[in-house]
């Protein structure tokens, strides 16, 4: 087998049970800290998703992460009284709602002729701006403030179901976060994934070997929501509040940050981005002041410019799927040194 | 009847700033496919000129004139630093710019601090106008915007750069077959396109609030109007401009700002949906 290709999956196994440990290890702090991080991991992960494998550049990836908190925070809180509260409602209408508008936003945007790449970018930039703005302005949401004493995370499990405690919450958004992971990365392998890929690498020649690229592209998205809005649930449950601020486009452009820069293509390494710059950001930003964005804007032209594979993305490339390979592996098996040479060469056309 | 014409101009003077703001994003996005989204902070920056200007005791009219030269030279730098290393990745463009207005915005915030900035009204005196009294200064912004639309208009279509400008976007493959240099014409059109930026941002900083974040009041109607009009054609912006413009004035007049800026959204998506090449587009 590669080499290369083989760490790549054992990289990816490894930064796994490396956060599993990470409570026994760390202080409650930085476990809390932690589990937040990958709450908007699970984010960029969506993001990944649909930009690394269909090649959807999407600007306003926090409309589905704020729509998915602010119905997490609605239910808990009550304000949907029909629904009696319950996280658990809570965070299956939170996954529910937002797939449901990024169907809606996917059909109307890429049906018929649909837009290129960069007007779809573009109008999910102005989407986000105006998502916002309405937030801002309507009282039922809370306005300006949003939604303040979200109750944390309840354990139902346990007598007098009282808060999970912060390692209950952090294995809670990890278990998430794995599960959700193996969701993505099966069907980014799944013969479904492959179209996906086709069309980010050539929509009219897939449309033209006769797949709908529409329907693919729309419930792409639709499942890039759905995982979004879940991580917004989430995210309310953690941090106890939603605010205008994470349905618009500060969030929106920093989680195209943090993927950029871990790395687009490969799920993982947007995850990690996530993990990367926000703690380099919780070291640096007290020293730095104003001037950590400003270095953070200059190292995503960086990366943008001359690592489109972003830090991580070279490093965590998993090996392709078995049945991706040359047929030639299963008339041959003898022949393994010299197909681990030609794997080298066939990678690219597939990815 | 007083009302109805105060409405029209209000309408014509945001119609036409925007129409300075479009056409800079327009030309660089028609010659060299690149999408522009530092655009906003190019204007931010022209209007932060004129605050540099009014701190070194020179006249506001002094700004006009510094505004699109430093604009125009960091155009230059940014396309050598930045845009000619991702051209041939135009998803790529609209981040590596988009990291770009990150970065300016956070410098304008390090340099000036993040609270707005006051400006002096050069031209404070109202005039009468066809029964209203209106502020002269928005007259004066839209004669300008007048006079620098119309003179780009020329360049495009009466000057031999413009008929070069013009095969370039029509192919560039061709044109650079025939001995244009299409390298250094996209050096300079993003410098003009830049310029431009500048220069609606030294002239409409007399009645915003200048502040870090003003570039993306006017990029999201601007991409908007360039959307919904179409960029093959220049005219098609202009269109686009009145549009967008007139939409978002009479709304906001009626009711709030809030609603103005989603019906203008809604109008632009709906149309867009409608002709997805805008509505002078090219037509498939």
């Given at each position: 087998m590669n080499l290369r290709f083989m760490s790549g999956g054992r990289l990816t196994m490894g930064i796994w049970v490396m956060l599993a440990l990470a409570p026994l290890l760390a202080d409650e702090w930085s476990v809390s800290q932690l589990g937040q991080y990958l709450t908007y991991g699970i984010l960029a992960m969506s993001l990944s998703f649909i930009w690394g494998q269909a090649g959807i550049l999407c600007f306003g990836q926090a409309i589905f992460f704020g729509l998915g908190a602010y119905l997490m925070g609605l239910t808990t809180l009550d304000k949907l009284t029909w629904l009696g509260g319950s996280q658990l409602a809570g965070l299956a209408l939170a996954t529910v709602g937002p797939a449901l508008a990024a169907y809606v936003l996917g059909k109307m945007l890429f049906v018929g002729r649909g837009l290129s790449g960069a007007f779809f970018a573009i109008v999910t930039l102005c989407a986000a701006v105006?998502?916002?703005?309405?937030?801002?302005?309507?009282?039922?949401?809370?306005?300006?403030?949003?939604?303040?004493?979200?109750?944390?995370?309840?354990?139902?499990?346990?007598a007098g179901d009282d808060m999970m405690s912060t390692n209950e919450v952090f294995y809670v958004v990890l278990g998430s976060a794995l599960v959700i992971y193996l969701l993505l990365l099966f069907i980014q392998?799944?013969?479904?994934?492959?179209?996906?890929?086709?069309?980010?690498?050539?929509?009219?020649?897939?449309?033209?070997?006769?797949?709908?690229?529409?329907?693919?592209?729309?419930?792409?998205?639709?499942?890039?929501?759905?995982?979004?809005?879940?991580?917004?649930?989430?995210?309310?449950?953690?941090?106890?509040?939603?605010?205008?601020?994470?349905?618009?486009?500060?969030?929106?452009?920093?989680?195209?940050?943090?993927?950029?820069?871990?790395?687009?293509?490969?799920?993982?390494?947007?995850?990690?981005?996530?993990?990367?710059?926000?703690?380099?950001?919780?070291?640096?930003?007290?020293?730095?002041?104003?001037?950590?964005?400003?270095?953070?804007?200059?190292?995503?032209?960086?990366?943008?410019?001359?690592?489109?594979?972003?830090?991580?993305?070279?490093?965590?490339?998993?090996?392709?799927?078995?049945?991706?390979?040359?047929?030639?592996?299963?008339?041959?098996?003898?022949?393994?040194?010299?197909?681990?040479?030609?794997?080298?060469?066939?990678?690219?056309?597939?990815? | 009847m007083s009302f109805a014409i105060e409405l029209g101009l209000d309408t014509l003077s945001y119609s036409l700033s925007l129409l300075l703001v479009s056409l800079g994003l327009v030309i660089i996005f028609g010659l060299m496919n690149v999408i522009n989204m530092a655009h906003g902070e190019f204007f931010l920056l022209g209007a932060y000129s004129v605050v540099a200007v009014q701190h070194a005791g020179m006249p506001y009219w002094a700004a006009l004139i510094v505004a699109p030269i430093v604009l125009a030279i960091i155009g230059v730098v940014v396309e050598q630093l930045i845009i000619r290393h991702v051209y041939h990745r135009f998803i790529d463009t609209i981040l590596a710019t988009w990291g770009l207005a990150l970065a300016i915005k956070q410098l304008i915030v390090i340099v000036f601090g993040p609270t707005s900035q006051s400006i002096v009204n050069p031209l404070p005196e109202p005039v009468q106008i066809l029964g209203v009294v209106y502020p002269s200064f928005r007259l004066f912004i839209m004669a300008v915007a007048l006079a620098v639309s119309?003179?780009?208009f020329w360049v495009f279509y009466r000057t031999h750069i413009g008929l070069a400008i013009r095969g370039v976007i029509a192919n560039r493959s061709m044109a650079a077959s025939l001995g244009l240099n299409t390298r250094r014409m996209d050096r300079w059109t993003f410098a003009f396109g830049a310029a431009l930026a500048g220069f609606a941002g030294a002239v409409m900083a007399p009645i915003m609030s200048v502040d870090p974040q003003m570039g993306g009041g006017f990029l999201i109607p601007a991409f908007l109007s360039i959307m919904v009009g179409g960029m093959a054609h220049l005219l098609g912006v202009v269109l686009g401009v009145g549009l967008i413009g007139a939409t978002g004035t009479v709304i906001s007049s009626i009711d709030t700002q809030v609603a103005s800026q989603v019906a203008v959204f809604l109008l632009a998506i709906i149309i867009i949906r409608i002709w997805p090449e805008g509505l002078i587009g090219r037509r498939r």
């Amino acid at each position: 087998m590669n080499l290369r290709f083989m760490s790549g999956g054992r990289l990816t196994m490894g930064i796994w049970v490396m956060l599993a440990l990470a409570p026994l290890l760390a202080d409650e702090w930085s476990v809390s800290q932690l589990g937040q991080y990958l709450t908007y991991g699970i984010l960029a992960m969506s993001l990944s998703f649909i930009w690394g494998q269909a090649g959807i550049l999407c600007f306003g990836q926090a409309i589905f992460f704020g729509l998915g908190a602010y119905l997490m925070g609605l239910t808990t809180l009550d304000k949907l009284t029909w629904l009696g509260g319950s996280q658990l409602a809570g965070l299956a209408l939170a996954t529910v709602g937002p797939a449901l508008a990024a169907y809606v936003l996917g059909k109307m945007l890429f049906v018929g002729r649909g837009l290129s790449g960069a007007f779809f970018a573009i109008v999910t930039l102005c989407a986000a701006v105006i998502v916002e703005i309405v937030a801002q302005h309507t009282e039922f949401i809370g306005g300006f403030d949003g939604l303040l004493g979200v109750p944390p995370l309840m354990s139902t499990w346990r007598a007098g179901d009282d808060m999970m405690s912060t390692n209950e919450v952090f294995y809670v958004v990890l278990g998430s976060a794995l599960v959700i992971y193996l969701l993505l990365l099966f069907i980014q392998r799944s013969p479904f994934g492959a179209v996906l890929a086709a069309i980010r690498n050539n929509e009219e020649r897939t449309a033209s070997f006769g797949y709908r690229t529409v329907e693919y592209k729309v419930a792409a998205f639709t499942l890039s929501g759905a995982v979004a809005g879940y991580a917004g649930a989430l995210f309310t449950a953690q941090f106890g509040f939603v605010s205008p601020a994470i349905i618009g486009t500060a969030l929106s452009t920093e989680v195209l940050i943090w993927v950029a820069v871990g790395g687009r293509a490969v799920l993982m390494a947007a995850f990690l981005g996530v993990v990367l710059v926000r703690s380099v950001e919780s070291v640096l930003s007290a020293t730095l002041g104003p001037y950590w964005l400003l270095l953070l804007g200059l190292l995503f032209i960086l990366t943008v410019v001359a690592m489109p594979d972003g830090l991580f993305g070279r490093l965590l490339r998993l090996s392709l799927p078995r049945s991706w390979r040359e047929p030639r592996r299963r008339e041959a098996p003898d022949m393994q040194g010299v197909e681990a040479m030609g794997l080298n060469k066939t990678t690219k056309p597939s990815s | 009847m007083s009302f109805a014409i105060e409405l029209g101009l209000d309408t014509l003077s945001y119609s036409l700033s925007l129409l300075l703001v479009s056409l800079g994003l327009v030309i660089i996005f028609g010659l060299m496919n690149v999408i522009n989204m530092a655009h906003g902070e190019f204007f931010l920056l022209g209007a932060y000129s004129v605050v540099a200007v009014q701190h070194a005791g020179m006249p506001y009219w002094a700004a006009l004139i510094v505004a699109p030269i430093v604009l125009a030279i960091i155009g230059v730098v940014v396309e050598q630093l930045i845009i000619r290393h991702v051209y041939h990745r135009f998803i790529d463009t609209i981040l590596a710019t988009w990291g770009l207005a990150l970065a300016i915005k956070q410098l304008i915030v390090i340099v000036f601090g993040p609270t707005s900035q006051s400006i002096v009204n050069p031209l404070p005196e109202p005039v009468q106008i066809l029964g209203v009294v209106y502020p002269s200064f928005r007259l004066f912004i839209m004669a300008v915007a007048l006079a620098v639309s119309v003179a780009t208009f020329w360049v495009f279509y009466r000057t031999h750069i413009g008929l070069a400008i013009r095969g370039v976007i029509a192919n560039r493959s061709m044109a650079a077959s025939l001995g244009l240099n299409t390298r250094r014409m996209d050096r300079w059109t993003f410098a003009f396109g830049a310029a431009l930026a500048g220069f609606a941002g030294a002239v409409m900083a007399p009645i915003m609030s200048v502040d870090p974040q003003m570039g993306g009041g006017f990029l999201i109607p601007a991409f908007l109007s360039i959307m919904v009009g179409g960029m093959a054609h220049l005219l098609g912006v202009v269109l686009g401009v009145g549009l967008i413009g007139a939409t978002g004035t009479v709304i906001s007049s009626i009711d709030t700002q809030v609603a103005s800026q989603v019906a203008v959204f809604l109008l632009a998506i709906i149309i867009i949906r409608i002709w997805p090449e805008g509505l002078i587009g090219r037509r498939r």
